[in-house]
């Protein structure tokens, strides 16, 4: 398959991820089928693309117009064969755990057609052990897009042990069409991007909890030093704390490296039921400058 071949993309689980790459599907002129089990996630994702979108009329880069266009090209549904069952392609963005994405797999081999490809946003879990758990692992491939998904250009392709050449060349001119930039690297427990992240997010978080530097200090010097756009602290409470706990859990099961041990604070603040930013996720009670009382700038 031809990336001219592609019409229906589907994408599995509606949150701010599976939101962010609708959306960017959608306005590359796809006709998107937005699946999650939640009529009210699915909502409230449309809600999320809005205001993304929303953002950017205001700065004079789209117009109203290309707003409810693009949201036209969305189809939500909470129903896996609906949204599978005319897919070229489908992305899959649902919580960071294996076997829950074994299992949202192994039914999307069973409803898609032959032809369709399947992606995952896993940002950690290898791409070899999920296509496993289909009949088309040469029709597997990662598609590990980063947060926010409508203003980050750089998409990692990850090559599964059995990924065909074809696949690969799909998705990289499929991350294109999006106005990505795919940069395809090979399997392995965490990438290139999470394995480089979780040791320097988890080497900010050991200064912390060392006291070395506050939250709010540190992520002032990665601003203002390093020129990052936003700090390890501000990037997890928007990104999600408990997905990070997964990633470090999962990289060092894996890998055994002292450097992916996740430290004390990511298990004490989920447990206390901080997750992130509550406008990012409603269940969350907030991240880490709610928890610690922190003025935010």
């Known amino acids: 398959m031809r990336v001219e071949d592609v019409r229906v993309v589907a994408q599995v689980g509606a949150g701010r991820m599976g939101s962010g790459i609708a959306e960017v599907v959608a306005r590359a002129g796809f006709k998107v089928m937005l699946m999650d089990i939640s009529e009210e996630a699915l909502k409230f994702s449309i809600s999320l693309i809005r205001e993304s979108m929303g953002r950017l009329v205001a700065k004079g880069r789209l117009t ?9 090209r969305i189809k939500t549904t909470t129903s896996l064969k609906e949204a599978a069952e005319e897919a070229d392609i489908v992305i899959e963005a649902i919580p960071e755990e294996m076997e829950l994405k074994k ?3 192994k039914d999307l081999d069973a409803l898609c057609p032959e032809r369709t490809v399947l992606a995952s946003n896993t940002s950690s879990l290898m791409i070899t052990d999920l296509a496993s758990a289909t009949n088309r692992p040469d029709r597997f491939i990662g598609l590990h897009f980063f947060n926010p998904v409508p203003i980050m250009r750089g998409v990692e392709v990850v090559r599964g042990a059995l990924t065909s050449k ?17 940069i395809v690297v090979n399997d392995g427990p965490g990438f290139f991007t999470s394995r480089w992240f979780a040791a320097w997010a988890g080497e900010a978080f050991r200064l912390f909890e060392a006291g070395i530097a506050g939250i709010k200090e540190i992520d002032q010097m990665a601003k203002l030093c390093f020129n990052m756009p936003m700090g390890p602290f501000e990037l997890h409470d928007m990104a999600g704390i408990d997905v990070q706990l997964h990633v470090m859990e999962y990289l060092y099961k894996e890998t055994g490296d002292p450097r992916y041990a996740p430290p004390l604070i990511l298990k004490k603040l989920v447990k206390a039921g901080y997750y992130g930013d509550r406008k990012y996720n409603p269940k969350s009670k907030g991240g880490f400058y709610d928890y610690f009382n922190i003025p935010k700038e």
């Open 103 to 105: 299992r949202l797999f």
């Open 64 to 72: 109203e117009r290309d707003v409810e266009e693009t949201i036209s």
């Open 166 to 182: 074809e696949t690969v060349e799909l998705a990289v001119e499929f991350c294109k069409k999006l106005g990505k930039v795919p």
